[in-house]
Nanobody, 125 residues
């Protein structure tokens, strides 16, 4: 059983910052070998790719967050982070952490094997 638990969401004013964390656990889950991703779902919209980091620490971002968000990982803590700066009201969404076995990243939801429950981020104007 693999468990991903997100934290760090909340309410912030436009222009502010938040840092999301996702702690992974599981007896058969080797965190350092997995690509970790962040997705988000805004009200009335599909869940969309935000960012991913491979086990080699290559990072990828959606165009909408590039330059504002930074993904990182701490393999010693089995945790992936998403630092979100210069937040905009359109960043309001539930943010989900996801894990994908293997070397390569993907922007597709279907390619991720494990998901967290999500954490709400609300950006007020």
């Amino acid at each position: 059983q693999v468990q991903l638990v997100e934290s760090g969401g909340g309410l912030v004013q436009a222009g502010g910052s938040l840092r999301l964390s996702c702690a992974a656990s599981g007896r058969t889950f080797t965190f350092s070998m997995n690509t970790m991703g962040w997705f988000r779902r805004a009200p009335g919209q599909e869940r969309e790719f935000v960012s991913a980091i491979t086990r080699s620490r290559n990072t990828y971002y959606a165009d909408s967050v590039k330059g504002r968000f930074t993904i990182s990982r701490d393999n010693a803590k089995n945790t992936v982070y998403l630092q979100m700066n210069s937040l905009k009201p359109e960043d309001t969404a539930v943010y989900y952490c996801a894990a994908r076995s293997g070397t390569y990243y993907s922007r597709l939801r279907a390619d991720y094997d494990y998901w967290g429950q999500g954490t709400q981020v609300t950006v007020s104007s």
